[in-house]
């Protein structure tokens, strides 16, 4: 199909529309690339076809030049220097150990050379075989293989860039915060310097896995709930479980029964214990710090933050096989290699700390090794005999006050004791200046007084007899009298204390009863003017005093409430009368 027979159908008219104009588009891209191929395959075969002519001709025009020139021809001598490397000669075993390092300074070129070769004898196999499969590759293909023939491919670039974690470890701060995959980031370094820095909290472990969160736990039984330790102490589990084992043993009417009329308090326990158990003995849960996140078998991991160094459990020297008095297994590695060097300052017994009593050196069973010493015989990491230990107050051994709090007042008979200090430094001062002074002074105090020995300054609480809580009264009959309002018939005897309280009583009334003194203002002119003006002016201001002091009288309130009462009552009667005589 040739270009002009591609245009005929591109610009032919078709009776179906648009699906013959989209048919004719395809088919005339496929065409050109068809007839593109064609051209470059053509372009070589000629380029081939012309070298040859000219490689043809240039044998022809050596031939004749050959058959023009001399019969002795010039020769043309062609020199090629080759750098031989000089091998060393050295010992017998010699040259193997140092054979990598005199490698490196041999001349490379003639293995270059050789390399070259090679290369250009795969290139023309390549191209034959390109010749044979030319129609099925394409350019770009040929492209990429040329390229990974020249160098390493990309892959290999980017895993010879990349940061060893070895180097990116002596690089950090904090070489313990290096992981594998730190090394694979963009910025390895500014990852890492991240990761270190204070109070960063850490990605959480699950982010490389591929399983969803917390999917791992389906094969893991899960245990049952257990009470805190300190609920579980006041016994209401053993009391439940026997209220349980009650109930089972019931048959089915009883269980009926009780459904109907059920009964209370059957699990009783103490209050106060209970108390007890929340607000003294109860203790924190275990929770997680700061910062700290969860994963998948957490709360299996042993933490090891109650543990402390040096220090063996009964349970490790169990497992260990430690009778008591033997050294620990790992002790005589110690002796030799030295201490632990994360533990600098940790005292262990028979490596820089004496032995304990009883115990005795040597490789025998139950024996502590040998005391690392030098040549003189001084020891070298610390005070294995025991020459060198001080007699040090020993305050562990001193008796600790648990009952007391941080923060509780102290009681008041030190500062009693601290007062009296007080007084007597007091004291012993006046008496030195008391000595100091001269013959013509006299003493202030009067004399013939003995001064006491201790001085009571807090007010004590005044000691009453101990009061009754009730008393019983005595009941009197009494006939209301008429005309009285709001009389009783019973009245009560009150029995009184003492003459004194009486007398003290008569005294109080007497002095209720008292009058106030009177005041009147007068000025100096009516004192001249007139004479009767100061008994007048005392008799007004009695009289309002009287007045002032005068009890309310709450008589005729008090009637014409209880006649309003009454006119009340007497229409309620009325009304209640009114609809019992009304009929339908």
């Not at 008429?482 to 004194?500: D, F, M, N, R, W």
């Not at 000025?523 to 002016?537: G, I, S, T, Y």
């Not at 409430?561 to 309620?572: A, D, G, W």
Request: with cysteine.
């Amino acid at each position: 199909m040739t270009a002009d027979s591609t245009v005929a159908l591109v610009h032919s008219v078709v009776s179906n529309g648009d699906v013959s104009n989209g048919n004719t588009s395809a088919s005339s891209k496929k065409s050109r690339e068809i007839d593109r191929r064609r051209r470059r395959r053509k372009q070589k075969k000629n380029n081939k076809a012309s070298q040859a002519d000219v490689d043809a001709s240039d044998v022809s025009a050596a031939s004749e030049s050959k058959e023009n020139t001399d019969p002795q021809p010039q020769v043309c001598e062609q020199i090629v220097i080759e750098y031989v490397p000089e091998q060393a000669e050295f010992e017998d075993g010699f040259n193997d150990e140092f054979k990598e390092i005199f490698e490196k300074f041999n001349f490379r070129e003639p293995l270059a050379s050789e390399e070259d070769g090679t290369k250009d004898e795969s290139e023309e196999k390549e191209d034959v075989k390109k010749k044979v499969n030319s129609d099925s590759d394409s350019d770009d293909d040929e492209q990429d293989n040329q390229n990974k023939e020249k160098g390493i491919s990309n892959k290999k670039k980017k895993l010879q860039r990349r940061m060893k974690i070895a180097e990116l470890k002596q690089v950090s701060a904090r070489p313990d915060v290096v992981e594998v995959w730190d090394a694979t980031s963009a910025d390895p370094k500014l990852l890492v310097f991240l990761k270190s820095y204070r109070n960063t909290v850490p990605v959480p472990r699950h982010w490389s896995q591929k399983r969803k969160y917390l999917q791992g736990k389906r094969g893991i039984e899960k245990q049952p709930f257990h009470l805190p330790d300190f609920i579980a102490a006041t016994g209401i589990e053993k009391i439940r479980q026997a209220y349980i084992e009650k109930e089972d043993g019931k048959k089915l009417k009883q269980k009926q029964r009780e459904r109907m009329q059920p009964k209370m308090g059957k699990m009783d326990i103490d209050y106060q214990v209970l108390h007890d158990a929340f607000f003294k003995y109860q203790t924190k849960p275990k929770l997680s710090a700061l910062g700290d996140l969860y994963f998948e078998g957490k709360e299996f991991e042993v933490k090891l933050r109650e543990t402390k160094p040096g220090f063996l459990s009964n349970d490790l020297k169990e497992a260990l096989g430690m009778p008591e008095g033997a050294p620990p297994p790992w002790l005589i590695n110690m002796q030799r290699y030295g201490p632990p060097p994360s533990y600098p300052h940790l005292k262990i017994p028979g490596l820089n700390a004496p032995i304990p009593i009883g115990a005795s050196f040597g490789f025998h069973a139950g024996g502590w090794g040998k005391p690392p010493v030098d040549e003189y015989g001084r020891p070298l990491y610390g005070d294995v005999f025991g020459v060198q230990q001080q007699d040090q107050p020993n305050y562990e051994e001193e008796p600790i006050d648990k009952s007391k709090h941080w923060g509780d007042l102290e009681e008041e008979e030190e500062e009693e004791e601290e007062e009296e200090e007080e007084q007597e430094e007091e004291m012993d001062e006046e008496e030195l200046e008391d000595g100091t002074e001269s013959v013509d002074t006299l003493s202030s105090t009067p004399t013939g007084i003995e001064t006491p020995d201790a001085i009571e300054l807090r007010k004590d609480q005044r000691k009453e007899p101990d009061r009754a809580l009730y008393q019983v009264l005595e009941e009197k009959g009494e006939s209301v009298a008429p005309g009285t309002l709001l009389g009783t018939s019973h009245t009560y005897v009150i029995k009184t204390g003492t003459q004194e309280k009486t007398g003290a009583k008569r005294v109080d009334l007497l002095r209720g009863q008292k009058t106030d003194r009177v005041d009147v203002s007068l000025q100096p002119e009516e004192l001249d003017a007139m004479e009767n003006v100061l008994p007048a002016k005392y008799e007004e201001a009695r009289e309002e005093e009287k007045l002032r002091n005068k009890p309310v009288d709450l008589s005729d309130m008090v009637v014409e409430h209880v006649q309003q009462n009454s006119r009340k009552r007497k229409m309620h009667d009325k009304e209640g009368k009114k609809k019992k005589d009304f009929k339908f």
